[in-house]
């Protein structure tokens, strides 16, 4: 049972607009910890996509967005590509100094 | 551009040891707070340690505590965790990652296998 709650999966068309929420309470999100996004293609390490809640590293394309608010967390992605199906996962930081993920979203491009 | 090389995975009975490692380059190894992430597989990511830049704090995961130490040479730019007393549910892919708050770079992991 992962600390952050994540939707097992989402799918969409492509061309369309998906949203995986992340849950978290009041000693991770809720305390102010800023959130971050990570995309993982099938067999490779994870790829930072946002951090700070809601800021691309370089190179992320702009179809990524992230944004917080109370103790949850969501990453949008628009005009979806083949290229986008993966893994995505969320994560934070909590009150006992701990660094904790979500369960992880698999997203399917139709 | 940084480089993360993790080694010294394979195949350990339940109760067993090994030492894994991270080669770090292409950043000021020393600056830095360091992580290990893992994997099992079919799985979500889990955080397994982490160790300030001078290697004076250090937190781990409850699910490792006192199984497992993490510990840096800053002078060979290598990170190292070792785990003892390692359990099937140890089976995994283990990332070092540079950074503590949130990884913007990753190694390519390497596998821990513990089966008898």
């Known amino acids: 049972q992962s600390v952050l709650t994540q939707p097992p999966s989402v799918s969409g068309a492509p061309g369309q607009r998906v949203t995986i929420s992340c849950t978290g309470s009041?000693?991770?999100?809720?305390?102010?910890?800023?959130v971050h996004w990570y995309q993982q293609l099938p067999g490779i390490a994870p790829k930072l996509l946002i951090y700070?809640?809601?800021n691309r590293p370089s190179g992320v394309p702009d179809r990524f967005s992230g944004s917080k608010s109370g103790t949850s967390a969501s990453l949008a992605i628009t005009g979806l590509q083949a290229e986008d199906e993966a893994d995505y996962y969320c994560q934070s930081y909590d009150s006992s100094l701990s660094v904790v993920f979500g369960g992880g979203t698999k997203l399917t491009v139709l | 551009q940084v480089q993360l090389v993790e080694s010294g995975g394979g195949l350990v009975k339940p109760g067993g040891s090994l030492r894994l490692s991270c080669a770090a380059s292409?950043?000021?190894?020393?600056?830095?707070?360091m992580s290990w992430i893992r994997q099992a597989p079919g799985m979500g990511l889990e955080w397994v340690s982490y160790i300030s830049s001078s290697g004076s704090t250090i937190y781990y995961a409850d699910s490792v505590k006192g199984r497992f130490t993490i510990s840096r040479d800053n002078a060979k730019n290598s990170l190292s965790l070792q785990m003892n007393s390692l359990r099937a549910e140890d089976t995994a892919v283990y990332y070092c990652?540079?950074?503590?708050?949130?990884?913007?770079?990753w190694g390519q992991g390497t596998l821990v296998t513990v089966s008898s």
């Open positions: 700070g809640n809601s």
């Open positions: 009041s000693s991770n999100i809720g305390a102010g910890y800023d």
């Open positions: 292409g950043f000021t190894f020393s600056d830095y707070y």
């Open positions: 990652a540079r950074e503590w708050l949130r990884f913007n770079y």
